[in-house]
Nanobody, 121 residues
């Protein structure tokens, strides 16, 4: 079994910063893409940022230039550095990972439990 555990959420004023972490553990052979999603009340879940095992990144237009995704492959951990936060960034943030649990098997997607980020105006 694979577990993803997020940390780093909280309450911050507009213009502030937070850093989210997501550590994967369990039966892991390798991890392909990792990403951060968010779900705000009354809105659909959206992809915030993703990163491949080789470090190629992708961002939603709403966070480009403010958020930075990175990963430590040795620690099976993905990070999201969030700067210049806005009230509209308020949401539950989830990490996801495409995990290969054994050699030759297909990757499966796993999700964390989510961490609340609240940005006050």
């Amino acid at each position: 079994q694979v577990q993803l555990v997020e940390s780093g959420g909280g309450l911050v004023q507009a213009g502030g910063s937070l850093r989210l972490s997501c550590a994967a553990s369990g039966s892991i052979f390798s991890i392909n893409a990792m990403g951060w999603y968010r779900k705000a009340p009354g809105k659909q879940r959206e992809l915030v940022a993703s990163i491949t095992s080789g470090g190629r990144t992708n961002y939603s237009d709403s966070v480009k230039g403010r958020f930075t995704i990175s990963r430590d492959n040795a620690k099976n951990t993905v990070y999201l550095q969030m700067n210049s936060l806005k009230p509209e960034d308020t949401a539950v943030y989830y990490c996801a990972a495409q995990v290969v649990i054994s050699y030759g098997s297909s990757p499966s997607e796993y999700w964390g439990q989510g961490t609340q980020v609240t940005v006050s105006s």
